[in-house]
Nanobody, 116 residues
Framework: VQLQASGGGLVQAGEPLRLSCVFS????????MGWYRQVPGKERDLVAQ???????VYANSVKGRFTISRDNTKNTMYLQMSSLEPEDTAVYYC???????????WGQGTLVTVSS
């Protein structure tokens, strides 16, 4: 397994949750990484991402509530989610971009359910 996402679960609206994504040390040439989410019947959308130069990008819907971070010593990326809303309910995926084929890796997804 190249990417292992975890931390999903059932929470009430307003509560926080932190997702983790551990990526294999076998992955080299990473130039970007991020979190995406998907609800049934819809496309997988960007939530937050580190891009070149360590810039961060957030979806408008999560700005000010979610924070992406990483610990390079642990090969782990995090998504700290606060003030969760029922609309945040989705399967969350981590993704890394690499310079050589296959050019990207996806984690298996972790389900976040926010009850009202």
């Amino acid at each position: 397994v190249q990417l292992q996402a975890s931390g999903g679960g059932l929470v009430q609206a307003g509560e926080p949750l932190r997702l983790s994504c551990v990526f294999s040390t076998n992955i080299s040439g990473i130039w970007a990484m991020g979190w995406y989410r998907q609800v049934p019947g819809k496309e997988r959308d960007l939530v937050a991402q580190f891009t070149t130069g360590d810039r961060t990008v957030y979806a408008n819907s999560v700005k000010g509530r979610f924070t992406i971070s990483r610990d390079n010593t642990k090969n782990t990326m995090y998504l700290q989610m606060s003030s969760l809303e029922p609309e945040d309910t989705a399967v969350y995926y981590c993704r890394v971009f690499v310079m050589k084929q296959p050019f990207e890796y996806w984690g298996q997804g972790t389900l976040v359910t926010v009850s009202s």
